[in-house]
Structure formats: C-alpha cells, structure tokens
C-alpha cells in the first residue's frame, strides 16, 4: 500500500556532491519522521539523518556539517544533500518513514529498496 522510492544514488569522487531523494506513495494518511539509513559491506545499518514532520533534523557524528536532510511534506518527500563526500560515505542508503495510513491506525515503518553512493578515484 505505502511505497518509498529512492533516486539520485552513483559515483562520484572525493569531494564531490551527491543528492538523494526518496518519495512516498500509497494510502498515507501523515507522515511522522522520515530518515536515511547506509550500511556498508560488513558493517551493521547505521543512522544518517532523521528529519521529523516539523522539519526538526538530527545527523550522525561522522555526517553532521556535510550533510543536510530536508523534505517537502506537500509532495511527502525526503532529500538528503551531501557534500565533501569521502570514500567512507560508501554504502547502501536507505530511505524510512513512519507513516499513518489512516487517523485511527498506529504508525507503520517503511523502508526503500536501497540506492548505492559509492564514493571513489
């Protein structure tokens, strides 16, 4: 019922620039926080960035400064923009959302499929 799509993941040197986006759709009745998660190969799924529905942000130490989670609750969308990229951003991001289908029912979480950042010379 409720599908978030993520886009704007691939390569990108050292230093560079990178943004993701990640869309909700479906039977949505309000969205609570949204956030990005990666996971690295052989590393556990860690917290990017978490923005509530009052726009309120909260970042990881190794992100705070070079990354910034924004949305656009009219298009129930969540970005992340990130810069001076360093070879250890590389993992997989995940976009997540707790999301209320209807008034009377609890949140759900969602996750994203998933896009690659790799971040490499």
């Known amino acids: ?11 990108v040197q050292p230093g560079g620039s990178l943004s993701l986006s990640c869309a909700a759709s479906g039977i949505i009745f309000s969205i609570n926080a949204m956030g990005w998660y990666r996971q690295a190969p052989g590393k556990q ?5 978490v923005i509530t529905s009052g726009s309120s ?4 130490a190794s992100v705070k400064g070079r990354f910034t989670i924004s949305r656009d ?3 129930n969308t969540v970005y992340l923009q990130m810069n001076s ?3 250890e951003d ?3 991001y995940y976009c997540n959302a707790r999301i209320r289908p209807y008034s009377n ?7 994203g499929q998933g ?5 490499s010379s």
């Open 1 to 11: 019922q409720v599908h978030l799509v993520e886009s704007g993941g691939g390569l």
């Open 45 to 49: 799924r860690e917290l990017v960035a």
């Open 57 to 60: 942000s909260n970042y990881a």
């Open 73 to 75: 609750n009219a298009k």
């Open 85 to 87: 990229l360093k070879p």
């Open 90 to 92: 590389t993992a997989v």
């Open 105 to 111: 029912w609890r949140e759900y979480i969602y996750w």
């Open 115 to 119: 896009t690659q950042v790799t971040v």
